[in-house]
């Protein structure tokens, strides 16, 4: 049976109707009914080609929740009739160091979910079990999809990178910056979100900014200098970062997990005198994926989500595109 998908089939193409023969179903692989999937911005970067990897046609999508409708002979952990959600991380060779210390993220055989292989832009995928995670009950699938990937990939660094006493700033409170913002004042952070748009003031501290800093305002950003240990970027834009690491205490790190094209330019003698780190992450580790689903669930950290029928797909990546999603375009079968 032929799965229907949207795929672009060609560099920056609007989305189209694709169907596609699943390939047949391997002893551990499981077949999901897919209910939601986030609109996360690696899916137009793929669409787009940013990354110089992107295959036409491509059918985006790895921010799933869905439905167990088969199951190979071999899987074990879900079972037909789960819901459960899926990442951008599709599979690892489970056999090397990486995988071996439960760092299969960083596994050199790692597959993507939507990379040389269909997404979750579609009714229904088929992949490997021991990818798929089962979802909280207390989470509503719209809210819990983005979690998979946008969640995952925030949490990740500020569980490893802070402590409960620290100052953490956000840049870009989008799909994956409200979740930041909401993560690190679970950890008991103090939290300020720094933005373009001053629109979102309202709902960065509802969802836990201590501070809320529009980086166009030079005094504002003044007034935060020296102020953090930890800066998180997930801005998809080059910015000027040696200015950026003023906003930085002696010791504090500037990491990334948004993917911004170009370099650094920041220099060695700031970094020493500084003691500053810079650093990078990106998604988590199956182990991080779990732990941070239970952490969302006990803490009520939910995606706010603007949920629109999978049809609509292609209004959904423009409003993503053009930075008025509050805060991530959900795209249902429902
Ligand atoms: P998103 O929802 O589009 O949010 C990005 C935010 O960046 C925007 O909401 C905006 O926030 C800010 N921004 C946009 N244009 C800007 C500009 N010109 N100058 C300054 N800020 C700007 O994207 P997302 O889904 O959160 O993804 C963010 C990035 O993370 C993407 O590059 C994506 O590929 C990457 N990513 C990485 C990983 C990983 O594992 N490391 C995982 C998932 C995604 P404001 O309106 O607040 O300014
Ligand atoms: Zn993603």
Known sequence: MPIHAFAALAQGAALTPHRYEPPALGPFDVELAISHCGICHSDIHLIDNDWATSQYPLVPGHEIVGMVRRAGPDVTGVSIGDRVGVGWQAGSCLACEWCERGEEHCCPKQVATCVGRPGGFAEAIRLDSRFVYPV???????????????????YSPLARMTRPASRAGVIGIGGLGHLAVQFARAFGCEVTAFTTSPDKEAEARRLGARHFVVASDAGAMDRAAH??????????????????????????????????????????????????TLAGS?????????????????????????VVPMAQVNAAIERVRQNRARYRMVLTNG
Request: with cysteine; charged share 15%; net charge neutral.
């Open 136 to 154: 909280p009950a207390s989470l509503a699938s719209e809210n819990a999809a983005p979690l998979l990937c946008g969640g995952v990939t925030v």
């Open 282 to 306: 990106v998604i988590g580790s199956r182990a991080v994926t779990r732990e941070m689903l239970e952490f969302a669930a006990r803490h009520g950290i939910a995606a706010r989500t603007e």
């Open 227 to 276: 102020s953090l240990d930890l800066l998180l970027s997930t801005v998809t834009v080059a910015l000027d970062w040696p200015a950026w690491m003023k906003v930085l205490r002696p010791r504090g790190t500037l990491c990334f997990v948004g993917a911004s094209p170009g370099t650094l330019g920041v220099a060695t003698a700031a970094l020493m005198i500084g003691e500053h």
